[in-house]
């Protein structure tokens, strides 16, 4: 009796330590794809750029804040208030210091190391002894047979520019095989531009419903509210026009409500925008696995594939 309540104290352990392991799993998950991430990102451009991006999750137990101002950039990762990049920064800094050491022991060796200046030709000719300088006739020598050389050279070379002549029929040969290459790729592309255009035809349903899954996470995605304001002009008033006609499509497509203000006189580009929103990674996750797990977009793709 004693025994069987040892074992069963014992399992009664082992069982609680897996209820709690697995509790503890599963309240992970639940943080992960329930609670929001939250994030606010200011910018603007005037004659330079300025960002800065706040980005919180779980009741700012993690932050996370980005400043950029021209060219100066800052990166804080901040974990239960503990800031993590400091440590990162000051390592990155010791390793520059080091390396711009290092690098001047090394140009500092190299100087040393380099040998004294080489004298010029002339005074070595001048320095030369009289048996070296009385050998001018095998120097001749050399050049009449460097010219028999060169004329050698020039036949050759003639008689490759006779090959080369548009008389020769291997070259017209190869034209045509290369003008009978282009028509085949030619017509090979426009077959699988014809078959592809076929099946976006036949499967306008699934096109539909990975739209529809698109326009969901971008809605998702996008920021609940915004202020985006541009001032805009061109010295084309035309370029200006179609410009602004892109901006009336996206905004249109996106939902995204950008106040462009035109200057039809001089270029100017000013840009402010004060975005914020949020993100949940178990609806993005689910709108993913919706389009992925789905039979028909499957066989779309594998039909797309075997073109």
Not at 80 to 87: L, R
Not at 155 to 178: H, I, L, Q, V
Request: one cysteine or more.
């Amino acid at each position: 009796m004693i025994f069987l309540n040892i074992l069963l104290c014992i399992l009664k352990i082992i069982g609680i330590a897996i209820l709690v392991i697995l509790g503890l799993i599963i309240l992970i998950l639940c943080l992960i794809l329930f609670v929001p991430i939250r994030y606010r990102i200011y910018a603007s451009f005037h004659q330079k750029p300025h960002v800065s991006a706040h980005i919180t999750y779980l009741l700012k137990l993690l932050h996370v804040d980005f400043e950029l101002n021209g060219k100066e950039s800052e990166l804080k990762i901040k974990i239960f208030g503990h800031n993590i990049s400091d440590k990162k920064e000051k390592n990155s800094r010791e390793n520059k210091k080091s390396n711009h050491s290092n690098r001047r022991e090394e140009v500092n060796v190299k100087q040393a190391e380099q040998p004294e200046k080489v004298p010029d030709r002339t005074d070595r000719i001048d320095k030369m002894p009289q048996q070296v300088q009385n050998l001018q006739p095998k120097q001749t020598i050399a050049k009449a047979d460097n010219s028999s050389d060169s004329d050698s050279e020039n036949k050759s070379a003639s008689a490759k520019k006779a090959e080369k002549s548009p008389k020769n029929p291997a070259k017209t040969e190869n034209k045509a095989d290369r003008a009978a290459d282009k028509n085949d790729r030619h017509s090979e592309i426009s077959d699988k531009v014809k078959a592809i255009i076929a099946l976006l035809k036949e499967n306008r349903p699934v096109i539909d419903f990975v739209l529809r899954c698109l326009k969901l996470l971008f809605k998702h995605i996008l920021p609940g509210s915004h202020v985006i304001n541009i001032k805009l002009g061109f010295d084309d008033p035309a370029l200006l026009g179609e410009l602004l006609g892109a901006a009336a499509v996206i905004r249109a497509m996106t939902g995204l409500v950008i106040n462009i203000t035109p200057v039809w006189d001089e270029t100017v580009f000013e840009a402010e925008a004060d975005l914020k929103g949020r993100i949940i990674l178990g609806r993005v996750l689910y709108i993913a696995a919706v389009v992925y797990f789905n039979k028909k977009v499957k066989k779309f793709i594998k039909a797309i594939k075997n073109i």
